[in-house]
């Protein structure tokens, strides 16, 4: 019966006035919104810096009539100038690695902190959640200090290490581990699992939401890291792909085709991850707000 | 959450004698790698900020030993009119952003709430941007900006039909820092915007059907339920929203350097001049735990509100 009177009142809404405009201004917003990217990937594809900029006034900028890739062989270099490959290999390679350590070590530590037994726990806890007012900008001096002093400059190490541990991360491991079932934990134990076993065989498994909240998270945060690496990478050695696109920025008359082209290459890796885990995204995002 | 109250200090010492050498040593393995890094990486910097803030640090080691000199650093950096333009300037952009960032995101927020044909597909372009590196976003923003034959004069050109001039919206000392707010603004809204849907989605259908019942129009409910409903939101996304403004840095070191005419010098990029192009770390360093007293006050005054609106 309900079922019935829903469906009869459905079409009915679905005419309304209200809607149509709202469907329409979604739609134009959108576009107003998107329309930027759209242009960054269009411009990518076009040869000449000079015309990237006059097509810019007009719809031209979202039309290419003769696409090539010239712009992505120019700057896909590995050795050289313009080794936008090597940069992108580097920041890949910085991404893999702080996520992989940072998913290992923050979710033992808020493993522990949830199901351990150590004394202390509490006090722990309370200083990881003290610690995340402390903002990246603020210690970056000192940092810069005690990482050049200890001979790390112009590595990868500096750019790894310094974030693999984090108190975000480390609480949001916790919040996410200390609301599983006891029984698991204790089912565990009269099976007579270590510690470590308990965490990698049993709450590991169980903790794929969580996984995925963090390595979005930290993902998305090791991709834009922009003021550390500048400080201290020197050589094109450990450089990131973020460092290498601002320095287009330096010369007098901008090559504006080789930094869409350049940009592009930035955002195909995250467009990817982004399309494929785009419900994962939104909700680690929601993940991230809900906080001490 | 009874697991976290802390063991009597009696017992301390049976911890081992309950669950064993191995379990114990195993723990503490375990908690380690996190507790060394914070110690090295964050917690170790952030005291030495306190003391490299009273003495005059280089960047590169002197042959003259490093000198403490007690509030000198803050004393300068109060006495400097650059700093107290660029604290200006961040409460400037902040004054901005927060309407039109926060304005934004709610409006887009609402309109995605509702069901519509391809809402997801809605919600994930409007995402788009908020996943766009910021050296992109400068990339992108730098050609919209330009002058005089730029896209986005050549909207506000149509808008106005010719009657508003082309801008000069990053060599403009009265444009610049304009210029950053709508970069800045289209680059994080979505953030903003999904925390936005999450608090809407938290408000229970019940009390729109009751005022509904009450017989409530679209724009009573909107007032009556809506608003109260999303207080916490509101907050939360103002605070999250000021601490990101005042950490303004990237999009003005790309795109102006603090210029023109320092219209656009922040506080972080203040404390990256002194400390990396003049080498002065001991001074930087004092700018740092400014920054970092600005973020607590924000931080604490939040704690505070939130508690008021009982979340």
């Known amino acids: ?292 | 959450m009874s697991a976290l109250t802390t063991v009597p200090k009696q017992r301390r010492r049976s911890v081992i004698a309950r669950v064993g050498w191995s379990r114990f040593l195993q723990e503490i393995g375990m908690l380690a790698p996190a507790v060394g890094l914070m110690t090295i990486f964050l917690i170790t910097p952030f005291l030495l900020s306190f003391w490299t803030a009273m003495t005059n640090q280089p960047l590169v080691p002197r042959p003259t030993p490093v000198r403490f000199i007690g509030f000198n650093n803050f004393i300068r950096i109060l006495n400097d009119g650059l700093f107290w333009t660029s604290l200006w300037n961040v409460t400037r952009f902040t004054l901005w952003v927060l309407p039109i960032q926060c304005g934004f995101a709610f409006l887009t927020a609402l309109l995605l709430n509702r069901k519509m044909p391809f809402r997801n597909l809605y919600r994930g372009m409007f995402f788009l941007p908020a996943i766009t590196s910021m050296v992109v976003v400068c990339v992108i923003w730098g050609t919209l900006f330009q002058y005089p034959t730029g896209p986005l004069n050549h909207v506000v050109g149509v808008l106005s039909g010719g009657r508003i001039q082309p801008i000069d919206w990053l060599g403009d000392p009265n444009w610049a820092m304009l210029s950053m707010v709508l970069l800045s603004a289209w680059q994080a809204y979505g953030f903003q915007m999904i925390i936005y849907l999450a608090g809407l989605q938290g408000i229970p259908d019940e009390l729109y059907d009751a005022a509904r019942i009450d017989g409530a129009g679209r724009w009573g409910r909107f007032w009556h339920v809506t608003m109260p409903g999303l207080r916490p939101t509101h907050v939360f996304v103002l605070v999250i929203t000021t601490i990101q403004a005042f950490k303004l840095y990237t999009q003005v070191a790309i795109l102006t350097q603090g210029g023109p005419k320092s219209s656009t010098e922040t506080v972080v990029h203040y404390m990256v001049r002194s400390g990396f192009e003049e080498q002065k770390l001991g001074y930087a360093s004092a700018v740092s735990v400014i920054l970092f007293l600005i973020v607590l006050v924000i931080a604490l005054v939040q704690r505070r509100l939130m508690r008021r609106f009982d979340v």
Not at chain 1, 187 to 214: E, H, K, N, Q
Not at chain 1, 234 to 248: G, K, L, N
Request: glycine share 6%; net charge neutral; charged share 10%.
């Open chain 1, 1 to 292: 019966m309900s079922d019935l009177a829903l469906s009869v009142k459905k079409p009915a809404a679905a005419l309304n006035g209200y809607r149509f405009v709202q469907s329409i201004s979604v739609f134009i917003i959108a576009l107003v919104v998107i329309s930027p990217l759209f242009m960054l990937f269009i411009a990518s594809l076009k040869d000449d810096r000079f015309q990237i900029l006059a097509d810019m006034g007009s719809f031209r900028a979202f039309w290419v009539d003769h696409p090539t890739f010239n712009n992505f062989r120019e700057v896909g270099n590995f050795a050289g100038e313009l080794a936008f490959g090597r940069y992108l290999g580097n920041s890949l390679f910085i991404l893999f690695s702080t996520v992989s350590l940072g998913l290992i070590v923050n979710s033992m530590a808020g493993f522990i902190l949830a199901w351990g037994s150590l004394p202390g726990r509490a006090l722990i806890l309370a200083v990881v959640i003290a610690l995340y007012v402390i903002p990246q900008e603020s210690i970056i001096m000192p940092l810069l200090i005690i990482v050049s002093r200890a001979g790390l400059s112009d590595t990868f190490t500096a750019q790894i290490l310094p974030f693999v541990a984090s108190p975000l991360y480390t609480f949001l491991f916790y919040q996410f581990f200390a609301q599983l079932p006891k029984e698991l934990y204790e089912a565990a134990a009269i099976d007579g699992a270590s510690i470590f076993r308990t965490w990698w065989s049993i709450f590991i498994p169980l903790s794929l939401p969580a996984l995925a909240t963090v390595s979005i998270l930290m993902g998305i945060e090791t991709w834009n890291q922009y003021l550390w690496p500048i400080l201290i990478t020197q050589t094109d050695y450990a450089r990131p792909i973020s460092v290498a696109i601002a320095t287009f920025f330096g010369q007098d008359s901008i090559y504006w085709d080789r930094a869409m082209a350049a940009s592009v290459l930035m955002m195909i890796p995250i467009l990817l991850f982004y399309l494929v885990f785009q419900r994962w995204f939104i909700s680690s995002f929601v993940g991230s707000a809900v906080k001490g």
